[in-house]
């Protein structure tokens, strides 16, 4: 179980430019479509979005068996696109897949290897894990699928190094999503990437989503829920900190301050938050960081200060440790100030 976001849970690994140089993103339809994740790619890649000018994406929808598909939610489904939309596309996108257990037809696997050599970038929404890691794409990498098909695909495939605590997984050219909605939370992603924060924000605002949603799996994973009267303590714990990360905090404040013994305190509270006290205050202070890097132009000893991250020098430390990136290169990525018409390039620190 991951305690703090990894660094590759949201930054871009690959060179990213100011938009993609191939805006064709197509969709994988197969018969028994999860009819929820293939919603998020359109919703996402193939709505017009005026405001995007007119680098936007072009969606298209490809099927390898039928072109007409029977789809979960008694739908039928027709490909708008064909194989050869798939091997000219600059993105290819598996929305789940139809089982952990059925079987993936060779001529998938071999049709997304051909794409991925002519230098498509590929993405996994949930279950769709299992169609890259049957093509071979996954071995050797770090990859991520929802939590209940996580020790599944582990075992299936032992050269994939599973992370289930990840909303989803940026490996440049491969990128992984975890349950259906983290779809969402990836596609924003890609968006962000391509074409900055800005317009990423105004997807998410038409969607009614957060553009970034912290935490990850292990805050959804099931859990005994606390009394309501320890959860209510506990939540009054929770909105003080959130309040004053400026102040030091320790388990024994927040202890005191929810009436219960440390030992007592630390249990309930890794039951609530699937955290340590001491590791979630730290991810809120990185959640408040992020936030002020991307809206205004406030100087990093000042974030340092507010958050309660004490100094400029720890504050690029713990950037570099838990997202790899220095503040600066964040607040350049992910700034939502107009952003400058020339094209940028922006690479990952190791």
């Given at each position: 179980m991951a305690e703090l976001p990894d660094k590759t849970a949201f930054m871009p690994k690959n060179e990213i430019s100011?938009?993609?140089?191939?805006?064709?993103?197509v969709s994988l339809v197969y018969d028994g479509l999860c009819t929820f994740e293939f919603g998020i790619t359109a919703e996402v890649f193939g709505l017009d979005r005026p405001e995007a000018g007119?680098?936007?994406?072009?969606?298209?929808?490809?099927?390898?068996?039928?072109q007409?598909?029977?789809?979960?939610?008694?739908?039928?489904?027709?490909?708008?696109g064909t194989e050869a939309d798939l091997h000219g596309a600059g993105t290819i996108v598996i929305p789940g897949w139809r089982?952990?257990?059925?079987?993936?037809?060779?001529?998938?696997?071999?049709?997304?290897?051909?794409?991925?050599?002519g230098g498509a970038r590929i993405i996994s929404i949930c279950g769709g894990a299992f169609v890259l890691a049957a093509a071979g794409l996954l071995d050797g990498r770090r990859a991520t699928t929802h939590w209940r098909f996580a020790k599944h695909l582990a075992r299936r495939y032992p050269a994939i190094e599973i992370d289930a605590s990840c909303l989803y997984i940026d490996e440049g050219d491969?990128?992984?999503?975890?349950?259906s909605s983290a779809g969402i939370d990836l596609c924003l992603h890609i968006v962000r990437s391509d074409f900055g924060a800005e317009l990423a924000n105004s997807v998410a605002r038409r969607?009614?989503?957060?553009?970034?949603?912290?935490?990850?799996?292990?805050?959804?994973?099931?859990?005994?829920?606390?009394?309501?009267?320890?959860?209510?303590?506990?939540?009054?714990?929770?909105?003080?900190?959130?309040?004053?990360?400026?102040?030091?905090?320790?388990?024994?404040?927040?202890?005191?301050?929810?009436?219960?013994?440390?030992?007592t305190f630390q249990r309930r509270f890794r039951a609530l938050t699937g955290l340590p006290p001491l590791k979630w205050i730290l991810r809120e202070r990185l959640e408040q960081a992020r936030a002020l890097l991307e809206t205004g132009s406030t100087v990093p000893d000042d974030i340092a200060r507010v958050t309660g991250?004490?100094?400029?020098?720890?504050?690029?430390?713990?950037?570099?440790?838990?997202?790899?990136?220095?503040?600066?290169?964040?607040?350049?990525?992910?700034?939502q100030r107009p952003r400058s018409s020339a094209p940028t390039t922006f690479l990952q620190l190791d």
């Open positions: 100011s938009f993609p140089a191939n805006r064709r993103v007119p680098n936007w994406y072009q969606f298209k929808s490809v099927s390898l068996e039928d007409v598909l029977d789809a979960r939610g008694g739908l039928t489904v027709a490909a708008t089982g952990p257990d059925a079987p993936v037809p060779d001529q998938i696997c071999n049709a997304l290897v051909r794409a991925h050599r491969i990128l992984t999503s975890a349950g969607l009614v989503m957060y553009s970034h949603r912290q935490g990850g799996q292990s805050q959804l994973i099931e859990r005994p829920v606390p009394m309501k009267r320890e959860a209510d303590r506990l939540s009054a714990v929770l909105d003080h900190v959130q309040v004053n990360l400026q102040h030091p905090h320790t388990v024994s404040s927040m202890a005191r301050h929810a009436g219960m013994s440390e030992r991250l004490g100094s400029a020098e720890n504050l690029r430390l713990q950037f570099s440790r838990h997202y790899g990136v220095s503040p600066l290169i964040y607040r350049n990525r992910f700034s």
